[in-house]
């Protein structure tokens, strides 16, 4: 196959990809997004509205396929009888872990990536989560403040379609925001309940989501189904596949090739910059070089930093723009799995109509304003109340209309839940590199993978157990029910680091930009660029980085720096 060659090269369409892909051609510049997976099809790929009836194995799914193809694939809840297909096949892609050091690694891969089942909760930054590093004495100093990021956080806003509370949190700062869902009883009870007896310390508000309670540039507002993670027919939550690469479509400017497996970038030591990258196709096993003057590795953390791995070369041995020896290192993901459930005794009388989306959140009141004395850095909840309702029937013994009526008649008590999100901190022992006696099913070497949590996570953990426990105290609940899981990290599905961003080529990979300090027509804009992680949702950072860098890569090939 001969080379291709373009303007620009973006490695990967999920949350990143498509924000390259669309900030990059509106530029004018012409523009190849490579995706190692399928092409999708929203008439046929998104079946959120498929009843249970239609599904073979009426929902519950085939757990023999699952265990056999998607054995790490399956620990997330999501991938189930209806959405297992945006989930890598596990065989195909595989990867190691020490036996004491697990590490769940979920992927999708097809056009979209994982923007098609991602969570869509979207948070800002602050200056206590860009200060931390520096102030605490850990890792390196972000590279950013909040007023850097600030602005792009507004211009991928007003794209994206975000509903939200206004709140006027200096630690979590708001957004531009449509309209919010209504709490429904049960949850604004508990808000007001919560408002004064923590004297406003700790707030339920909105989850902040990528989901349109009005109609937004051509996509509708949410009908309320409540499955966002098998697709949405009205584009109503957002995708790139809904929203960022038919932007890019529409320029004129955009060639999107699937089935395009990434194997390296291809490096001239005389310009001392990139040239393009290696492909491998998916289906034919080809191998062939797409060229550009400028990259964007958008691929996922990990998936991006092993391209960058596999692309050594006699100037840097240990992969591609790595002089600080930091490539592979200071791998983060959060921590979940702390938290209470409680009976609420109230708004017995009321039900909810439709399924919202979204959830209830508590923004992080730990280490804020006072300083812990069992861990540095804080974290949030997600959470809802609702009541088991019909459902509750799948588990119950019944038949007929009777059972039918009782299910509808009593809908069962109100619960809240309240679920930890905990940041980890970035330690240089936390690392990914090459499995040299492991390949892909394109013959592209794996990764190895070794991380876990550290005590400062652990002991994060159970105070989420404690404070979520004193907040449905505090409302009256009974029957708590406590929990901490023992998850690995990756599980989160939020891994960032393994090419940070800093202020120094010694100690980071990437420049304030995104820029990799040794290539610098390379730029990095997903989350392996992360130097912390906070404890918020990450996808909206990365969106905005991602616009920021694109902006800055323009500027230098305007001024032909590139």
Same mark, same amino acid.
């Given at each position: 196959?001969?080379?291709?060659?373009?303007?620009?090269?973006?490695?990967?369409?999920?949350?990143?990809?498509?924000?390259?892909?669309?900030?990059?051609?509106?530029?004018?510049?012409?523009?190849?997004?490579?995706?190692?997976?399928?092409?999708? *099809?929203?008439?046929?790929?998104?079946?959120?509205?498929?009843?249970?009836?239609?599904?073979?194995?009426?929902?519950?799914?085939?757990?023999?396929?699952?265990?056999?193809?998607?054995?790490?694939?399956?620990?997330?809840?999501?991938? #189930?009888?209806?959405?297992?297909?945006?989930?890598?096949?596990?065989? *195909?892609?595989?990867?190691?872990?020490?036996?004491?050091?697990?590490?769940?690694?979920?992927?999708?891969?097809?056009?979209?990536?994982?923007?098609?089942?991602?969570?869509?909760?979207?948070?800002?930054?602050?200056?206590?989560?860009?200060?931390?590093?520096?102030?605490?004495?850990?890792?390196?100093?972000?590279?950013?403040?909040?007023? #850097?990021?600030?602005?792009?956080?507004?211009?991928?806003?007003?794209?994206?379609?975000?509903?939200?509370?206004?709140?006027?949190?200096?630690?979590?700062? *708001?957004?531009?925001?449509?309209?919010?869902?209504?709490?429904?009883?049960?949850?604004?009870?508990?808000?007001?309940?919560?408002?004064?007896?923590?004297?406003?310390?700790?707030?339920?508000?909105?989850?902040?989501?990528?989901?349109?309670?009005?109609?937004?540039?051509?996509?509708?507002?949410?009908?309320?189904?409540?499955?966002?993670?098998?697709?949405?027919?009205?584009?109503?939550?957002?995708?790139?596949?809904?929203?960022?690469?038919?932007?890019?479509?529409?320029?004129?400017?955009?060639?999107?090739?699937?089935?395009?497996?990434?194997?390296?970038?291809?490096?001239?030591?005389?310009?001392?910059?990139?040239?393009?990258?290696?492909?491998?196709?998916?289906?034919?096993?080809?191998?062939?070089?797409?060229?550009?003057?400028?990259?964007?590795?958008?691929?996922?953390?990990?998936?991006?930093?092993?391209?960058?791995?596999?692309?050594?070369?006699?100037?840097? %041995?240990?992969?591609?723009?790595?002089?600080?020896?930091?490539?592979?290192?200071?791998?983060?993901?959060?921590?979940?799995?702390?938290?209470?459930?409680?009976?609420?005794?109230?708004?017995?009388?009321?039900?909810?109509?439709?399924?919202?989306?979204?959830?209830?959140?508590?923004?992080?009141?730990?280490?804020?304003?006072?300083?812990? %004395?069992?861990?540095?850095?804080?974290?949030?909840?997600?959470?809802?109340?609702?009541?088991?309702?019909?459902?509750?029937?799948?588990?119950?013994?019944?038949?007929?209309?009777?059972?039918?009526?009782?299910?509808?008649?009593?809908?069962?008590?109100?619960?809240?839940?309240? $679920?930890?999100?905990?940041?980890?901190?970035?330690?240089?022992?936390?690392?990914?590199?090459? $499995?040299?006696?492991?390949? #892909?099913?394109?013959?592209?070497?794996?990764?190895?993978?070794?991380?876990?949590?550290?005590?400062?996570?652990?002991?994060?953990?159970? *105070?989420?157990?404690?404070?979520?426990?004193?907040?449905?105290?505090?409302?009256?609940?009974?029957?708590?029910?406590?929990?901490?899981?023992?998850?690995?990290?990756?599980?989160?599905?939020?891994?960032?680091?393994?090419?940070?961003?800093?202020?120094? %080529?010694?100690?980071?990979?990437?420049?304030?930009?995104?820029?990799?300090?040794?290539?610098?027509?390379?730029?990095?804009?997903?989350?392996?660029?992360?130097?912390?992680?906070?404890?918020?949702?990450?996808?909206?950072?990365?969106?905005?980085?991602?616009?920021?860098?694109?902006?800055?890569?323009?500027?230098?090939?305007?001024?032909?720096?590139?």
């Amino acid at each position: 196959m001969p080379t291709l060659t373009y303007d620009a090269i973006v490695v990967g369409s999920g949350i990143s990809g498509g924000w390259a892909a669309k900030e990059l051609t509106e530029n004018g510049l012409r523009t190849i997004v490579l995706e190692a997976g399928r092409p999708i *099809d929203p008439a046929v790929d998104y079946v959120e509205h498929v009843p249970p009836y239609d599904k073979r194995y009426r929902g519950m799914g085939d757990r023999n396929r699952l265990e056999r193809y998607q054995p790490i694939q399956r620990q997330t809840g999501a991938c #189930d009888e209806y959405a297992s297909k945006f989930f890598v096949n596990d065989l *195909d892609n595989p990867y190691s872990f020490p036996a004491d050091k697990p590490f769940s690694w979920i992927r999708g891969r097809q056009v979209g990536g994982r923007s098609i089942m991602w969570g869509r909760c979207v948070y800002r930054w602050s200056d206590l989560d860009y200060e931390a590093n520096a102030r605490e004495g850990i890792a390196v100093d972000w590279p950013l403040r909040y007023r #850097d990021l600030a602005p792009w956080w507004s211009h991928v806003e007003k794209f994206v379609g975000i509903q939200g509370r206004h709140e006027g949190l200096a630690h979590l700062p *708001d957004g531009e925001f449509q309209k919010p869902w209504p709490l429904n009883a049960a949850e604004q009870k508990a808000r007001d309940i919560l408002t004064t007896k923590f004297g406003g310390e700790r707030l339920i508000t909105n989850a902040r989501l990528a989901v349109l309670t009005e109609d937004h540039l051509g996509r509708q507002k949410c009908h309320l189904c409540g499955t966002c993670y098998r697709g949405c027919i009205t584009l109503s939550y957002f995708s790139s596949i809904n929203a960022t690469l038919p932007a890019a479509k529409k320029t004129g400017n955009l060639t999107l090739r699937p089935f395009s497996v990434v194997h390296s970038v291809i490096y001239d030591p005389r310009t001392k910059k990139a040239t393009g990258v290696r492909v491998v196709d998916g289906n034919t096993k080809e191998m062939f070089d797409v060229n550009a003057k400028v990259i964007f590795l958008c691929a996922s953390a990990l998936e991006s930093t092993r391209i960058l791995l596999n692309s050594a070369t006699a100037e840097f %041995p240990t992969g591609l723009g790595n002089s600080s020896g930091e490539l592979g290192h200071n791998l983060m993901d959060h921590i979940m799995g702390g938290g209470a459930t409680g009976t609420l005794p109230w708004a017995k009388d009321r039900k909810e109509v439709g399924r919202r989306p979204d959830a209830i959140y508590v923004p992080r009141f730990r280490n804020v304003k006072t300083k812990h %004395p069992d861990f540095q850095r804080g974290y949030g909840f997600e959470g809802r109340a609702e009541r088991e309702g019909w459902r509750r029937g799948m588990t119950m013994p019944g038949f007929g209309a009777g059972f039918k009526k009782s299910l509808i008649g009593d809908l069962g008590p109100w619960e809240m839940s309240f $679920d930890g999100f905990g940041e980890m901190l970035p330690r240089h022992e936390n690392y990914v590199e090459i $499995d040299r006696h492991l390949v #892909d099913a394109w013959g592209i070497p794996a990764l190895r993978v070794h991380c876990a949590y550290s005590d400062n996570e652990k002991k994060m953990q159970e *105070d989420m157990v404690v404070s979520a426990t004193e907040m449905l105290e505090a409302m009256g609940a009974t029957a708590i029910r406590t929990f901490k899981d023992n998850n690995p990290p990756g599980l989160v599905i939020h891994e960032t680091g393994t090419a940070r961003m800093g202020r120094d %080529p010694k100690t980071s990979v990437l420049n304030p930009h995104n820029q990799m300090w040794d290539v610098p027509n390379v730029f990095v804009t997903d989350g392996a660029c992360m130097t912390s992680t906070a404890n918020q949702n990450p996808s909206i950072t990365y969106m905005a980085l991602t616009a920021r860098a694109v902006n800055y890569a323009v500027t230098l090939l305007n001024k032909r720096e590139l």
